[in-house]
């Protein structure tokens, strides 16, 4: 079952604006990451948050994390026609196992 | 490039043909991850395997088997598939097993079609 829902399934933004995803899950967690994926290639994991912490940042990324609101965004600023590509959170649930469940992913365009 | 090697990154089979995917990681991972993935759809996890011993089958069908030879490389047997099996099929890593859900490391996939 997938635990994650993101909004929206897809964005298109010009290049240099900043684009923000939401993901919202259902049950308390250890911890939310975010991974990238382009076309054709692997899932590459971009950040994660622990349930105690509130922002994380990592470069141009910024996450932050609601636990009263079971909600997460992922802000990307000044972006490039290379951070196109699908965007996936993922859930790690308290007191489970080493399972992530995904979320449906938000389908980035950043036109050049 | 990524530090997870999946082969072969192509695979047409027929629904009678018996092939194999392999996975291969060298950064010491002791969990590592069979995942199916269609079109547009985000990765469903099919197995889970910690220090080399299945701790997670996600009701697979018997017509996929998983093996762990030892702590660097990973297998999914295939055999009998069906036309709906086709898919990138994605093999990840992760440093250790337990609770807490580490990153994971992905390799690029096998695509894999089944005529």
């Known amino acids: 079952s997938q635990q994650g829902e993101e909004d929206p399934q897809a964005l298109s933004i010009q290049e240099g604006e900043n684009a923000t995803m939401n993901c919202s899950y259902k049950t308390s967690i250890n911890n939310l990451q975010w991974y990238r994926q382009n076309s054709g290639r692997g899932l590459v994991h971009l950040i994660l948050?622990?349930?105690?912490?509130r922002e994380k940042h990592s470069g141009r990324l910024r996450v932050t994390l609601d636990t009263s609101k079971k909600s997460s965004s992922l802000l990307i600023t000044a972006s490039r026609a290379a951070d196109t590509a699908s965007y996936f959170c993922a859930t790690a649930t308290q007191g489970g196992s080493e399972k992530l469940v995904f979320g449906k992913g938000t389908k980035l365009t950043v036109n050049p | 490039d990524t530090e997870v090697t999946q082969t072969p990154k192509h695979l047409v089979m027929g629904m009678t043909n018996k092939k194999s995917l392999k996975c291969e990681q060298h950064m010491g991972h002791r969990a590592m991850y069979w995942y199916k993935q269609k079109a547009k759809k985000p990765p469903e996890l099919m197995f889970v395997y910690s220090y080399e011993k299945l701790s997670i089958n996600e009701s697979v069908p018997s017509r996929f088997s998983p093996e762990c030879p030892n702590s660097s490389l990973l297998n999914l047997h295939l055999h009998a598939l069906q036309p709906e099996d086709s898919a990138l099929y994605l093999c990840?890593?992760?440093?250790?097993?337990?609770?807490?859900?580490?990153?994971?490391?992905f390799g690029d996939g096998t695509r894999l079609s089944i005529l």
């Open positions: 948050i622990r349930s105690n912490e």
């Open positions: 990840a890593s992760s440093q250790d097993p337990g609770p807490g859900g580490q990153p994971q490391h």
